[in-house]
């Protein structure tokens, strides 16, 4: 071993191949980190220093990454997350973290143990944007565990991701949404294809509308919950951010479609008795059980090919909502709030392809405006 540096400084030198540093804790004990080299090691030793000083607890060297991420998801996870999100974290680490990581100590999970797992998955076949969701989920249980005191650094922040592609996404034009409307008359999802296209609310939230958030009077709508499967069966959750939570004004067209649906429901209430459509959704099957998402996404494909548009994701429909927004000249902060985005940036980055368009349109109106034509 090397020399002490001073009382309490701590020693730093090899043992069997590998650089060690110890130092002496506060209680008593003393402690080792290990690196590959000296550098890392002084730096794991200074870091170890500054908390001891701090009166902050030494990390666990015997806990490993597997043990402590099931601890994090059962104990931070489940109980503080809607379970949409706390099953993909759970898939995450189930299918991929553990298998791979789960016998490596935590405190000794370093920067290059985390990329060289990325390019394993990348070389599995997994996406960019998938590996990046993956290390997204590391990151944040290793944020808690770099506040606990359990490790010195979180090095899934210090592994950089693969470079994800920006997603390209195809939102209907003005004709072919106008042709889109033509081709849902009299299906019977059309209030909600109806209400979908000029709100750009999401697929679960629009499910998750009950008749409580419609105020067909004032003409305007309240997003207050999403439908999710939960264990198979269908649950109303919680928004995912506040931001999430607005009020919408309804235009013409979908205040008809709402109106004949409230009709619609209250006639089949009236032949099936009280139990029907308990939740109060506005969106329902015929026999008034919740809309299931994915029979949703399939009927919208098959208007489309029957319409002759092109293929579009249901999703594909918010984008369309605040494309044609955009072609308005609606403001971008407007635009920002109708969709429940948490910050105007991600509104900016996301719709930034269709700007060109609208800026075209300011100019030519500014034209207007400066020489009356």
Same mark, same amino acid.
């Given at each position: 071993?090397?020399?002490?540096?001073?009382?309490?400084?701590?020693?730093?030198?090899?043992?069997?191949?590998?650089?060690?540093?110890?130092?002496?804790?506060?209680?008593?004990?003393?402690?080792?980190?290990?690196?590959?080299?000296?550098?890392?090691?002084?730096?794991? $030793?200074?870091?170890?220093?500054?908390?001891?000083?701090?009166?902050?607890?030494?990390?666990?060297?015997?806990?490993?990454?597997?043990?402590?991420?099931?601890?994090?998801?059962?104990?931070?996870?489940?109980?503080?997350?809607?379970?949409?999100?706390?099953?993909?974290?759970?898939?995450?680490?189930?299918?991929?973290?553990?298998?791979?990581?789960?016998?490596?100590?935590?405190?000794?999970?370093?920067?290059?143990?985390?990329?060289?797992?990325?390019?394993?998955?990348?070389?599995?076949?997994?996406?960019?944007?998938?590996?990046?969701?993956?290390?997204?989920?590391?990151?944040?249980?290793?944020? $808690?565990?770099?506040?606990?005191?359990?490790?010195?650094?979180?090095?899934?922040?210090?592994?950089?991701?693969?470079?994800?592609?920006?997603?390209?996404?195809?939102?209907?034009?003005?004709?072919?949404?106008?042709?889109?409307?033509?081709?849902?008359?009299?299906?019977?999802?059309?209030?909600?294809?109806?209400?979908?296209?000029?709100?750009?609310?999401?697929?679960?939230?629009?499910?998750?509308?009950?008749?409580?958030?419609?105020?067909?009077?004032?003409?305007?709508?309240?997003?207050?919950?999403?439908?999710?499967?939960?264990?198979?069966?269908?649950?109303?959750?919680?928004?995912?951010?506040?931001?999430?939570?607005?009020?919408?004004?309804?235009?013409?067209?979908?205040?008809?479609?709402?109106?004949?649906?409230?009709?619609?429901?209250?006639?089949?209430?009236?032949?099936?008795?009280?139990?029907?459509?308990?939740?109060?959704?506005?969106?329902?099957?015929?026999?008034?059980?919740?809309?299931?998402?994915?029979?949703?996404?399939?009927?919208?494909?098959?208007?489309?090919?029957?319409?002759?548009?092109?293929?579009?994701?249901?999703?594909?429909?918010?984008?369309?909502?605040?494309? $044609?927004?955009?072609?308005?000249?609606?403001?971008?902060?407007?635009?920002?709030?109708? $969709?429940?985005?948490?910050?105007?940036?991600?509104?900016?980055?996301?719709?930034?392809?269709?700007?060109?368009?609208?800026?075209?349109?300011?100019?030519?109106?500014?034209?207007?405006?400066?020489?009356?034509?």
């Amino acid at each position: 071993m090397g020399q002490k540096r001073g009382n309490g400084e701590g020693s730093i030198g090899q043992y069997k191949g590998r650089w060690v540093a110890r130092l002496a804790l506060a209680d008593g004990r003393r402690k080792a980190v290990y690196g590959a080299t000296r550098a890392e090691v002084a730096q794991k $030793l200074a870091a170890a220093i500054r908390d001891r000083d701090a009166g902050l607890p030494s990390p666990n060297e015997r806990t490993v990454l597997g043990d402590y991420l099931t601890v994090w998801l059962d104990r931070s996870v489940k109980p503080r997350n809607r379970p949409s999100t706390y099953q993909s974290y759970e898939g995450h680490v189930r299918l991929h973290l553990v298998p791979a990581l789960g016998t490596v100590r935590l405190a000794q999970l370093t920067p290059q143990d985390v990329e060289k797992f990325m390019a394993d998955k990348m070389d599995e076949g997994l996406t960019a944007s998938t590996v990046t969701r993956i290390r997204a989920t590391l990151r944040r249980a290793l944020a $808690l565990a770099l506040k606990q005191g359990l490790v010195y650094r979180n090095v899934a922040a210090l592994a950089d991701p693969p470079r994800v592609q920006a997603q390209q996404f195809e939102p209907l034009t003005i004709e072919q949404a106008r042709a889109f409307l033509i081709a849902v008359r009299g299906h019977q999802f059309e209030a909600l294809f109806v209400t979908a296209l000029v709100t750009g609310l999401r697929r679960g939230e629009l499910l998750g509308l009950q008749w409580s958030d419609i105020d067909l009077h004032s003409e305007r709508l309240i997003v207050r919950h999403a439908l999710q499967n939960v264990g198979g069966v269908p649950t109303l959750v919680d928004l995912k951010t506040p931001r999430s939570r607005r009020t919408i004004p309804l235009p013409p067209v979908a205040m008809a479609q709402l109106r004949a649906k409230k009709l619609q429901q209250d006639e089949a209430r009236s032949r099936h008795g009280q139990p029907w459509n308990p939740m109060g959704l506005v969106f329902t099957t015929s026999r008034g059980t919740p809309l299931d998402g994915a029979n949703a996404s399939r009927a919208f494909q098959l208007v489309l090919r029957r319409a002759g548009l092109p293929r579009i994701r249901f999703h594909d429909l918010r984008h369309t909502c605040a494309s $044609l927004l955009l072609a308005q000249g609606t403001n971008m902060r407007v635009i920002m709030e109708q $969709l429940g985005h948490s910050q105007i940036s991600l509104t900016m980055n996301t719709y930034s392809h269709v700007m060109p368009e609208a800026l075209q349109d300011a100019a030519e109106r500014m034209e207007a405006v400066l020489t009356g034509e």
